[in-house]
């Protein structure tokens, strides 16, 4: 399978060199890959916005990846409060549920008006992206926990923190993994909001601003880098998943 895919991606970088080298589709609208390693180099030496392609990228990450780590610090205690407790449900699923599907562009004014132009509207953005997706997966964990273990631990005299540490966490941990793959992504697709305002570096402020000179090469070549990240976080979620939770699939 692993080679299936290799030979996938060679054709589609043939397809893509050949029709760039023939003139089949304009360069502004399909930039050959000679013309993306030239803005690759260009970004790497800071001749475009001022920063290198390192400095942007570093910004980008301490972006998402922070308000990953803080989604994930807050949304899975609350997606198994959510699941353990009815009440807790009742109150916090309509809200979560509500705002889930709006668009981060939606709600991204308020985060202005409320928190300025600052890191702080960026991260919250994109922590919000995060949130709802790892605190749904966890919930969903918590409630398809088989209740005969759950039952069968607290009769052998087990504590609530016990069977939460021990049936329960086990139990919905697939899910959380998959929430978690799935906040990633969603976070990595609102960097270019959290980053259209006033922001000094980032590979999302990187592509708008080529956007605005038509620089198609640039956004090409910005799209391509923040894709490699994505897909580098998404094949380390996939290993930790086959580390913590191995016996997944094998049912």
Not at 10 to 17: K, S, V
Not at 54 to 76: E, K, T
Not at 193 to 213: D, I, K, P, W, Y
Request: hydrophobic content about 60%.
């Amino acid at each position: 399978m692993p080679l299936i895919s290799l030979l996938s991606v060679a054709l589609l970088l043939l397809l893509w060199a050949t029709a760039s080298q023939m003139g089949w589709v304009a360069p502004l609208f399909l930039p050959s890959p000679e013309a993306i390693g030239n803005a690759f180099l260009q970004a790497w030496n800071g001749d475009l916005d001022g920063a290198p392609l390192l400095v942007h990228a570093r910004d980008s990450l301490l972006r998402v990846v922070g308000a990953f780590a803080l989604a994930v610090l807050v949304g899975v205690p609350v997606g198994l409060l959510m699941g353990m407790s009815r009440l807790a449900r009742a109150v916090l699923d309509p809200p979560v549920e509500f705002y889930r599907p709006l668009p981060p562009l939606a709600y991204l004014p308020l985060m202005i008006i409320w928190f300025g132009i600052g890191e702080t509207s960026k991260v919250l953005l994109i922590f919000l992206a995060c949130f709802a997706p790892v605190v749904l997966a966890t919930r969903a964990g918590v409630l398809a926990a088989s209740r005969d273990q759950v039952n069968a631990a607290l009769s052998l005299g087990a504590s609530r923190r016990q069977v939460v540490r021990h049936v329960i966490l086990p139990a919905a941990l697939p899910d959380i993994l998959v929430g978690l793959r799935i906040g990633m992504g969603v976070g990595w697709t609102t960097l270019v909001a959290a980053e259209m305002v006033a922001a000094t570096a980032g590979l999302g402020q990187l592509v708008l601003n080529a956007s605005n000179f038509l620089r198609t090469d640039v956004v090409m070549m910005g799209i391509l880098v923040i894709g490699a990240f994505a897909g580098l976080f998404e094949l380390g979620m996939r290993r930790l998943e086959k580390v913590l939770v191995p016996w997944k699939g094998r049912g």
